[in-house]
């Protein structure tokens, strides 16, 4: 579904991703974990097609066609959502109005906003004033309702406090296991690119591979679960290490 290939990022003139080789197969989710500052938002805006993020080599395919230079309604169209880690105000647009569009008339925004207890925020402008749980539960209403085929979530659980993670993590097991993709890939299944620090959302949902991502480089894969264990007790050196043993 999503290809990666040697893809390198400048932000602001400086490099922040190089050579970042990745797949999402469809059907599948895979997991980002890395330090702060390691490029792992970088990726999934560049991903996005989001301003401010020169390709400067490498592709990015989706579904076989290449998206690297294609504009982010366009990337839209053809199925690629992102629950952005800190998406902008849009003051003069609210809840009900943006989820009402972005499902294209099909979804009852009150009964969508009442799975993320959320329905008192309908009226108000799309995260104006919104604290940080909120903003993630808004996002993921507004990705709810786009429905994309593959999802790209960043930090999903974070700030999100503890009664309102199982609301979170249970829309996502069931946006991501539920349905099929709209378009030529029918017979294809959701996928999803996952980044977390804490894990948490792995509680949620099945995750096929992992990847870890330190200083703008790939650098080790595996299964999520047990990456994520190597660093809780061995910290980010220890994939580092990972990727010298198999380059040797
Ligand atoms: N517009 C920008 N101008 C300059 N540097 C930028 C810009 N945007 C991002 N960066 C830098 O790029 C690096 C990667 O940022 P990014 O947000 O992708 O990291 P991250 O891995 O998602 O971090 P975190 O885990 O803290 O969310 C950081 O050092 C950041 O300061």
Known sequence: ??????????????RVLNNVNLSVLPGSTSVLFGPNGSGKSTLLSTI?????????KGQILFNDVDITHMPINERARLGIGLMSQRPPNLSGVNLYDIIKVSSR???DPKNLASKLNMENFLSRDVNVGFSGGEIKRSELLQLAAQDPCLFMLDEPES???????????TMVHDLISGG???????????????ITHTGQILDYIEADRGYVLCDGTITCTGNPRELLKDIRTKGYEECIKCRLIEMN
């Open 1 to 14: 579904m999503l290809e990666i290939k040697d893809l390198t990022v400048e932000v602001g003139g400086r």
């Open 48 to 56: 996005m097609g989001l301003g401010n993020y020169k390709v400067v």
């Open 105 to 107: 008339g099909k979804v």
């Open 159 to 169: 700030g999100v406090d503890l009664e309102s993670i199982e609301r979170v993590g």
């Open 180 to 194: 099929r993709c709209a378009g030529k890939r029918e017979e294809s299944g959701k996928s999803a690119l996952v």
